[in-house]
Antibody
């Protein structure tokens, strides 16, 4: 079964750093990009960007460029989302999702989400 | 434009048919994909591409497009279909590769 398993909920103070993880299983991790999606409390889905696990090529959404950092360790099939200085406005659920693309693009599957509370 | 617009809320009587719509310029060039999100859960893909259902998605879910409007149709809505539904497509403006709609809360009465 293709799965993305995310790390557990985090409670942090403003100014602290944080790294959350997303581990892929059941497929070739380096064959598909991983995207990160933010969902603020009671709000919709926002695409943050994507990373290619094979070479760590990254494309950030302009809305998130400079505020977060993506990385990946292909040897353990894990992608990461990192903050160096959290703000209260970073409080949200963060999902990772596998990027699928033919003529169109879709995300499948999704991780279960990581709740970050600042 | 890089926006997709959805109605905030839609309701349907149990067993009836409901159409959830998504409008945006990018839909003239690209198909929408649709995600179902139930409270406390991650989004789940229900339709992608022209009208493709992943394995395990009931055939009461279907997708279509006309002009700048994509539609997700649920034929014979069930109580378990009550959820938030998000459309998503490639972005034709070039600002982002992809864009999400704001979501529609479906209530099954």
């Amino acid at each position: 079964e293709v799965q993305l398993l995310q790390s557990g909920a985090e409670v942090k103070k403003p100014g602290e750093s944080l790294r959350i993880s997303c581990k892929g299983s059941g497929y070739s991790f380096t064959s598909f990009w991983i995207s990160w999606v933010r969902q603020m409390p009671g709000k919709g889905l926002e695409w943050m960007g994507r990373i290619d696990p094979i070479d760590s090529y990254i494309h950030y959404s302009p809305s998130f460029q400079g505020h977060v950092t993506f990385s990946a360790d292909k040897t353990i099939s894990t992608a990461y989302l990192q903050w160096t200085s959290l703000k209260a406005s970073d409080t949200a659920i963060y999902f990772c999702a596998r990027w699928r693309q033919l003529e169109d693009i879709w995300f499948d599957p999704w991780g279960q989400g990581t709740l970050v509370t600042v | 434009s890089s926006e997709l617009t959805q109605d905030p809320a839609v309701s349907v009587a149990l067993g009836q048919t409901v159409r959830i719509t998504c409008q945006g310029d990018s839909l003239r060039s690209f198909f929408a994909s649709w995600y179902q999100q139930k409270p406390g859960q991650a989004p789940l893909i229900v339709i992608y591409g022209k009208n493709n259902r992943p394995s395990g998605i009931p055939d009461r879910f279907s997708g279509s497009t006309s002009g700048n409007t994509a539609s997700l149709t649920i034929t014979g809505a069930q109580a378990e279909d009550e959820a938030d539904y998000y459309c998503h497509s490639r972005d034709s403006s070039g600002n982002h590769p992809v864009v999400f709609g704001g979501g529609t809360k479906l209530t099954v009465l």
